[in-house]
């Protein structure tokens, strides 16, 4: 079944569809081989926590979907293990994202909000993505990485062609990686000569000899640290970057709540789970592949085929969310998915919380004029993300000029 015309177009309407009629059915997954795409809430759930779906691709069969192809300096990351080394490598890099860490971010995350607020100045219109939801993540997991200021715009750039490459393009998913890997390179070789006081540099430590890890002898191999520095930054940039501008687009999508936020900004938290819930960042989890045959509601799944779990599927599931395709601020969204669940949970998740909502808190105190200036959302065109090429917008701090 080819269903990516579909899903680009009209995902909710497409998943719904195949919620009651094919709720485990074999599609052709983005590269054009064949996967499994699970739909319903609580296959994708337990599937999600079942140690037999291995993330490792060498379990994967012959002509299967395995998703990005990288060089092996970046593929050794979290995304593709299983236990034991899945565990030893996110041990090592989990107290960066704790939430008494992320809580110690606040402050300067709402610092580098309101400098792009800044420099839109009091009132126009704008792209919000370029503008406001893109920079800001950037800026947060560069400067906890330490990365230099002058190579951030280049790595959007190569994060944009991988999740939606341009097929007038082909090459340019290729040279992306080609250009990550030499940045990555360098990067790592300046800080080693010169280390800060960052997690790169602890990362570096830790794989020299030079830290102990969590004090169980812990160590990187060099892909290892290298292919962690690549998932850290990419996935801390991407999934945050959609979540602010879908969570953006939403509330401006529903005038209503938008309002009933300005009036009371303590509700923020439980809208930044309401919008993950009903326009999450990443419509599936990372593929995985059955250790042994597997049965899912009533579907064999032999081993080693590629299983596809619909995060985005699973959030408006009617028989876990009710009315799922209504925003509701008040809905109780414990247990939705928009961000993982089991042992590959999103490691970043209170960071990328923090970030959106202290985005939304910034931009709605600024501006109590916030409007959208065209018709339409411009989704980018990739399975793999679920967010917006641009986000026009028109500005102002003072309602009388409108």
């Known amino acids: ?10 995902p909710h309407s497409v998943y719904a569809r195949l919620r009651d009629t094919a709720p485990v059915c074999r599609i052709t997954g983005t590269d054009g081989t064949p996967a499994w795409l699970v739909t319903r809430y609580d296959d994708v759930r337990a599937a999600l926590a079942d140690p037999r779906m291995s993330l490792d691709k060498s379990r994967a069969g012959e002509g299967g979907y395995r998703g990005l192809s990288l060089p092996p300096a970046l593929d050794a990351n979290l995304l593709n293990m299983d236990p034991p080394d899945h565990t030893r490598i996110r041990r090592l890099v989990s107290r960066a994202f704790t939430p008494r860490r992320t809580e110690q971010l606040r402050t ?10 800044d420099a839109l100045g009091e009132a126009g219109t704008a792209d919000l993505v370029a503008a406001y939801a893109a920079p800001l993540p950037i800026v947060v997991i560069c400067d906890l990485l330490g990365v230099p200021e002058d190579r951030r715009l280049d790595f959007r750039t190569w994060t944009d062609a991988l999740i939606a490459p341009d097929p007038e ?60 520095a690549f998932l850290i ?34 509700g923020l938290p439980a809208a930044v789970e309401e919008i993950a819930r009903y326009e999450g960042p990443a419509p599936l989890a990372i593929r995985r592949f059955p250790t042994e045959d597997v049965t899912i509601a009533g579907v064999t799944v032999p081993a080693g085929e590629t299983v596809l779990l619909s995060l985005s599927a699973a959030n408006r599931d009617p028989d876990r969310f009710p009315r799922p395709d209504l925003l509701d601020l008040d809905r109780d969204t414990s247990g939705h998915l928009a961000l993982g669940h089991g042992i590959h949970y999103c490691l970043g998740a209170p960071l990328a919380r923090a970030e959106t909502e202290i985005a939304l808190t910034a931009l709605l105190e600024r501006y109590p004029v916030l409007e959208a200036a065209a018709s339409a959302p411009r989704w980018r065109p990739s399975l793999r993300a679920r967010g917006l090429t641009e986000l026009p917008v028109r500005y102002d701090t003072e309602p009388a000029r409108s």
């Open 1 to 10: 079944m080819d269903l990516q015309g579909e899903l680009l177009e009209h």
């Open 169 to 228: 393009r082909p090459r340019a998913a290729g040279e992306a990686v080609v250009a990550m890997l030499g940045f990555f390179t360098e990067l790592m070789a300046h800080k080693r000569s010169s280390p800060g006081d960052d997690l790169l540099s602890d990362l570096i430590a830790v794989r020299d000899g030079n830290g102990n890890g969590d004090g169980n002898g812990d160590r990187l191999s060099e892909d290892e640290l290298m292919s962690l």
């Open 233 to 266: 930054l990419f996935a801390g940039y991407e999934n945050t970057v959609q979540l602010i501008g879908n969570a953006i687009h939403t509330l401006l999508e529903h005038p209503e709540q938008l309002a009933r936020l300005r009036d009371d900004p303590s």
């Open 108 to 117: 300067p995350i709402r610092a580098t909000a309101d400098r792009l607020l």
